[in-house]
């Protein structure tokens, strides 16, 4: 059979109004009735642009000029925006970033749970630069270039950019990116170094290098010099998440949250918060929210390393964490023996497990519940937390279509009321939404 020629692109660049921005912070325009989408460009925008892709639901172009600005745009704060993907919304003012993630919440709500909150919280926001403490960063030995490539992947491709420094990593990091790829084009293994994932504490920043072959000694030499002058410690990895180990001496990492006199520590692979200034901002939100009394039995959904558990611990009567990760749990257990917190519980469990109400935890009552589930959501807890009759329901979320539908349960299936939402800029620069909301039974 015949392969089927791809349909050529029309040549020349294209005027275009964009009329709205899609929930990734694309611009959308319609060309012919035909939806468009245009990155770097903004709501009310008169643009010049050529396609790059086109198919029978919808096209997609590049930017060429902007012939009539919005009052919004903003210049890119970082020479590879545009280039590099892992930026999205550098050309938009702060101020409208965090106004278009709150609207991307608000429609989410309309659109797809029927909810509208009674009150919409202003967003918590902080430095929008050098604010990444974790990342996984691509490696590759490009030989046309006779370079060492380290960073995120090109917009829309699958190719890494070609960046020299990133402004939203963590300084101790983002500023050393051509220097990490010119010393990995020395390794042995310089094509068998993929990936390099990045872990910083308030006091240590890891680098765990992921690697295909075995290194020489001399590779060991040059990755530990290397480090050691940046203040790093190295990690290798050359399997699964279970074989990551350091070079040499491991590192301990911590970060702390000063408002509430806690400080935590973590493995290098561990989920935390990529963000700390926002991360102590989302705890200090949640507590005022919840307003315990000190009397409270709190139940704590993917409670992780405890980030919220112990935050609750301090207001509570008790607080019963629940975590699908075994490490994570015992990593939780450990930092509430560090803090000298004794009125904590936890249990293992897979909170998508038809399983789960049999549990013995998932048969109490509980005077509030948090959740703080993963991009999927928590709909399969929604009817079993329903049951628990708490007064309060905080659930902290990192999609606001998933929050929205589940909102969704709890409001007009269960009677809760949706009292608080908002958003928080944990990801400044780019279309991530993170959003808290409220639920109150009366």
């Not at 279970?242 to 301990?252: G, I, R, S």
Request: charged content about 25%.
């Amino acid at each position: 059979m015949a392969r089927r020629r791809r349909k050529q692109l029309p040549q020349g660049s294209f005027p275009a109004t964009i009329e709205s921005l899609s929930h990734d912070g694309r611009g959308v325009a319609h060309i012919d009735g035909k939806v468009t989408f245009i990155p770097t460009t903004l709501q009310g925008e008169e643009i010049q642009f050529h396609y790059s892709y086109r198919s029978r639901k919808h096209d997609e172009g590049i930017l060429d000029s902007v012939d009539k600005a919005s009052d919004e745009r903003v210049e890119a704060g970082c020479a590879h925006f545009g280039i590099c993907g892992g930026c999205s919304l550098q050309h938009i003012a702060a101020e409208a970033q965090m106004a278009y993630k709150q609207e991307a919440l608000m429609d989410a709500f309309e659109r797809i749970g029927n909810v509208t909150p009674e009150a919409v919280a202003a967003p918590l926001h902080s430095e929008p630069w050098g604010y990444r403490r974790k990342a996984r960063l691509g490696v590759r030995h490009v030989f046309k270039k006779g370079r060492v490539l380290v960073g995120f992947r090109e917009r829309g491709t699958s190719y890494l950019a070609d960046i020299r420094h990133c402004k939203v990593l963590h300084p101790s990091v983002g500023e050393h990116l051509e220097a990490l790829g010119d010393m990995i084009m020395t390794l042995s293994i310089s094509e068998q170094l993929p990936q390099i994932e990045v872990a910083v504490g308030d006091d240590a920043t890891v680098m765990i290098f992921r690697i295909l072959e075995p290194l020489t000694e001399s590779d060991e030499k040059t990755i530990a010099d290397f480090c050691a002058q940046r203040e790093w410690t190295p990690y290798l990895q050359d399997g699964g998440p279970q074989t990551v180990k350091p070079l040499h001496d491991a590192a301990t990492l911590t970060y702390s949250l000063p408002q509430e006199s806690l400080q935590f520590e973590f493995l290098p692979n561990d989920f935390t918060q990529v963000n700390s200034d926002i991360n102590r901002q989302m705890i200090s939100q949640a507590m005022e929210w919840l307003d315990l009394q000190g009397d409270e039995k709190v139940l704590d959904l993917f409670c992780g390393l405890g980030n919220f558990t112990l935050p609750l611990a301090r207001r509570a009567e008790s607080v019963h964490g629940v975590e699908g990760d075994t490490a994570l749990v015992e990593r939780a257990r450990q930092n509430a023996i560090r803090n000298s917190i004794d009125n904590v519980s936890f249990d293992v469990a897979n909170l998508y497990d038809e399983e789960t109400p049999a549990f013995k935890w998932a048969k109490q009552k509980y005077d509030a519940v948090l959740l703080d589930p993963p991009r999927s959501g928590a709909l399969e807890m929604m009817p079993l937390v329903a049951k628990m009759g708490a007064e309060k329901i905080l659930y902290v979320s990192c999609y606001p279509g998933t929050l929205a539908r589940d909102a969704d349960v709890l409001v007009n299936q269960h009677g809760y009321r949706m009292v608080k939402a908002g958003v928080m800029d944990m990801f400044p620069h780019t279309a991530h939404v993170e959003s808290m909301a409220l639920f109150v039974k009366d």
